[in-house]
């Protein structure tokens, strides 16, 4: 049942999608916003899902020269971790530093730690990358992401910390 490559990675991303589905329909939801803060986790959980099912069902023609490729040079494993080091620091630190600021700065940082010289036009994206993605989540879509360090204004009125952002 569980034979070939597709199969086994389909039941695990069907596994994690399904987790992940369960944690995000545990997301509270807040009133008055047209969209809420679970809909974009959703539909991703329930396109995870369904992709993980196709891929589950998809023929898998296993060749000698697919098995090779899948061995992962140890070079490549460490830049893969240095890179999910990256990840985890910047999961621990959003709600501290906010939206912005550790956006920035794990956008600067990984994209230095790949391999990229010009570091005048990586800090400019860093910086002006999360704060677009800010001003279209918080003004277009209204959804609210942690403020952290920053005093952002919104409406004129500095977000108080007691809303929890």
């Known amino acids: 049942m569980f034979k070939g490559v597709n199969r086994k990675i389909g ?3 069907f596994l994690l999608s399904a987790g992940y589905l369960y944690m995000a329909h545990q997301l509270p939801t ?3 916003i047209p969209v809420d803060a ?6 991703l959980g329930w396109t995870l899902l369904v992709l993980s099912i196709a891929l589950f069902f998809s023929k898998d023609n296993d060749s000698e020269e697919q098995k090779a490729k899948r061995k992962i040079p140890k070079q490549d ?4 971790l240095g890179v999910l080091v990256l990840l985890l620091l910047y999961i621990a630190l959003f709600e501290i530093l906010g939206f912005i600021v550790v956006t920035a700065l794990f956008v ?5 730690f790949l391999g990229y010289k010009k570091h005048i036009s990586n800090a400019i994206v860093s ?6 993605l800010y001003s279209i989540f918080v003004y277009l879509l209204q959804i609210r992401l942690p403020q952290g360090i920053l005093p952002i204004k919104r409406g004129g009125v500095i977000w108080e910390r007691s809303m929890g952002f």
Do not use: S
């Not at 679970?38 to 539909?43: G, L, Q, R, S, Y």
């Not at 494993?77 to 893969?80: G, K, T």
């Not at 910086?127 to 677009?132: A, E, K, S, W």
């Open 38 to 43: 679970d809909a974009i986790p959703k539909a």
């Open 127 to 132: 910086i002006l990358f999360p704060i677009f």
């Open 77 to 80: 494993v460490l830049v893969l």
């Open 30 to 32: 807040y009133p008055y």
């Open 11 to 13: 039941l695990i991303l």
């Open 108 to 112: 600067f940082f990984c994209t230095w």
